[in-house]
């Protein structure tokens, strides 16, 4: 038996914070980072208080608000729901002295923006959140993934919980992207090709050629994405843009901590011949910008494209959902992606509110006009976020093309906090979900790149920068 | 308002559902919109609230169905968020068990901890069971926990996945808090290793009050 076994990255970081097995069941898991919200977290405290237990470690957890507070400024922009979720978090924090990021900090912004952003989400560590993007952290190299409110609770009391190990697989990456197309395009394109769930019970290492030219932003919305393929958890070996990325943070670790910590991450990748559950290659080679036409994010198709016949479908319960998401969505089969007009843009999330995103949709709207009944919104994904696109005179540009700029915040990808479509309306979205209702009750959702996004605002119907005159 | 707590039990009985849709997310379960309502008044409220909105003739609306504390679904029930509320609407509204072929991954951990039994059940034979109480509406279902299985109302036998963990929390009713607090001290261990890279958190902790929207 060899002395080392060829491991891949997610048994590395798994089993260094491994506990223990416990029989015929879970993995107990010590957590290095736990993110809290105001959303997720109340009911958490409060069993904690019935419990008579304390916070364990509060240094290990930070709290922010973004899921509910408004993106306006001026007191009236709060709902009563986001004013009394605000309270409560403010308050069982500072109960339970857990690090908070309250609305109007400068670090505040979305939950999976400022964790990596902050130098806080480190590679080969353990990060949990009550929110299923969590996967996002997995791009700097971490085990990051989305937990219930029960397990909130556990993580706040002991610092760890309980987790199966999920199995492991490979998504080889190979080609060279297309002109115009994004990490987003290739989620959207691998959930599409494979299924929704296809990654269920897995976590999912990327890796290829199109992985490593990616940006650390890039990354970080093909992990995001993965939970709409099913996996709890995606993540990236850490390379020399990770490390520069890191580097960057004004929290990262600092001194001698700094230099041990760099050459742990600098063995943070998959051995040689290490074994996965299973092992999928995508080639992307001339991949062009996706857009969803349905209510699931594999519902999803390239811009040059048309809305496929349900009737068309492998199987029963794919034709099913297609036949009630083409009723939801309002479209019928055969119309050309670019033919569907839309009257809402938005771009911002934990899967696009990104700098590079909003420089990206910029670019697009410079010199350009939102078509005329397009309501237009950007949500930059942190108050950090925000500020370096002012200073970089971006709100200018969308300001000039009839967008709305707005505070840091979740705002229109889950329509928690008063940002909301109205019935009917369609939105070209840089979100990550194309559920029912949304954004909105009866509103509809087309998932696309911010660039598309901004284009789509412009053309007034489903269109990329391609198509603009 | 405090999500319903179930007790531990080593059998779920009571009027099933036909459900006969696939890939139901946790939106659709629990839409976000609801989410005031339901902290108010009950998450049960907030159960498939956009779906009962818009259809009056919508299964659950159905008299037959009233007090039933089954469900028997499609495919890929739970995706999406892991908001643990979409938990808590269904065990607000007296849901027991979900039955179906495949489920989210974090809606089914967050089942186990409510107690909500979300068995798995092959598709074709999950059918066949959505078929034989669409056949009779109102029939009961028994499963029984550790044993995976699932008695169909006319009489027929399926064999059900319950998983380990799951079986545990519903019928030996573990508590994870207790589990943890016995093993805090390897826990430690594995921490303290770690905790040159994790000091910064506590950093942050310091108030920046300068990111004012506006």
Same mark, same amino acid.
């Given at each position: ?8 990255? $997610? ?33 958490? $405290? ?97 085990? %990051? ?57 897995? %976590? ?17 919305? /093909? ?120 009257? %809402? ?116 119907? /489903? ?7 | ?214």
């Amino acid at each position: 038996m060899a002395l080392t076994a060829q491991r891949t990255l $997610f048994e590395k970081i798994w089993d260094a914070h491994r506990v223990e097995t416990l029989p015929g069941g879970p993995d107990v898991l010590a957590i290095d980072l736990h993110l809290l919200h105001e959303m997720t977290s109340p009911e958490a $405290f409060d069993e904690l208080d019935r419990r008579g237990l304390s916070v364990r470690h509060p240094g290990h957890s930070l709290a922010v608000m973004d899921h509910v507070v408004p993106t306006l400024p001026g007191e009236d922009a709060w709902t009563d729901f986001a004013r009394g979720m605000a309270h409560d978090l403010r308050a069982h924090c500072a109960r339970f002295g857990v690090p908070l990021l309250p609305f109007g900090d400068a670090r505040q912004g979305i939950v999976h923006v400022i964790g990596p952003e902050l130098g806080l989400t480190l590679p080969g560590s353990t990060v949990v959140c009550g929110d299923s993007h969590t996967s996002t952290h997995g791009a700097l190299g971490a085990v %990051a993934f989305g937990i219930g409110t029960s397990q909130v609770g556990h993580v706040l009391a002991e610092q760890a919980l309980l987790a199966d190990r999920p199995k492991t697989m490979r998504v080889r990456l190979t080609g060279t992207l297309g002109h115009g197309a994004t990490g987003k395009d290739v989620a959207l394109a691998l959930i599409s090709r494979h299924g929704n769930q296809f990654g269920a019970g897995y %976590a999912v290492e990327y890796g290829g050629a199109v992985v490593e030219a990616m940006s650390v932003e890039q990354r970080m919305t /093909l992990c995001n994405m993965s939970i709409e393929f099913g996996a709890r958890m995606g993540l990236i070996a850490p390379d020399a843009r990770t490390v520069e990325y890191v580097a960057a943070r004004p929290f990262r670790p600092v001194g001698a901590d700094w230099d041990a910590a760099v050459a742990e991450w600098n063995e943070l990748h998959t051995d040689e011949g290490a074994a996965f559950d299973r092992e999928i290659t995508l080639d992307v080679n001339g991949l062009t910008p996706y857009v969803t036409w349905g209510t699931n994010p594999a519902h999803a198709i390239p811009l040059d494209g048309a809305v496929p016949d349900p009737d068309s479908l492998p199987t029963e319960a794919a034709r099913e959902s297609a036949h009630r998401a083409l009723i939801y969505m309002d479209l019928a089969p055969g119309t050309p992606v670019r033919e569907i007009a839309v009257d %809402a843009a938005f771009i911002g999330s934990c899967t696009n509110g990104r700098i590079e995103d909003l420089r990206a949709a910029a670019e697009v709207l410079r010199g350009r006009r939102v078509a005329p009944g397009v309501r237009a919104l950007v949500a930059p994904g942190s108050t950090a976020v925000r500020r370096e696109a002012e200073h970089e005179g971006l709100d200018e540009v969308f300001r000039a093309a009839g967008f709305e700029w707005r505070g840091s915040g979740c705002s229109l990808c889950v329509a928690g906090n008063g940002d909301i479509l109205p019935p009917g309306a369609r939105a070209a979205s840089s979100t990550n979900r194309n559920f029912e209702g949304r954004q909105g009750t009866g509103a509809r959702t087309h998932l696309m790149s911010p660039a598309c996004v901004a284009a789509s605002a412009v053309a007034g119907h /489903l269109a990329g920068p391609g198509d603009l005159a | 308002m405090r999500p319903v707590v179930i007790a531990p039990t080593p059998v779920v009985e009571g009027v099933a559902v036909p459900f006969d849709y696939a890939n139901v997310d946790t939106d659709a379960i629990f839409p976000v919109s609801a989410d005031e309502i339901a902290r108010r008044e009950g998450f049960g409220r907030a159960l498939f609230a956009r779906w009962r909105e818009a259809d009056p003739g919508f299964v659950l609306e159905r008299p037959r169905y009233a007090g039933a504390s089954i469900l028997v679904a499609g495919p890929d029930f739970g995706v999406g968020s892991s908001r643990e509320s979409a938990v808590w609407a269904l065990t607000g509204a007296g849901f027991r068990a979900v039955i179906a072929p495949s489920f989210g991954d974090i809606f089914r951990s967050n089942c186990a901890r409510n107690r909500l039994l979300a068995a798995t059940l092959d598709s074709a034979a999950c059918a066949e069971l959505r078929e034989e109480l669409s056949a009779r509406p109102g029939a009961r279902v028994s499963i029984a926990v550790s044993e995976g299985r699932l008695t169909g109302p006319s009489g027929r036998v399926f064999e059900v996945g319950v998983g380990e963990f799951a079986r545990a929390c519903l019928v030996d009713g573990i508590d994870e808090y207790d589990l943890l607090a016995r093993r805090r001290a390897r826990i430690e261990e594995v921490l303290a290793r770690r905790e040159h890279l994790l000091r910064p958190t506590t950093r942050v902790a310091r108030p920046e009050p300068s990111g004012e929207h506006g």
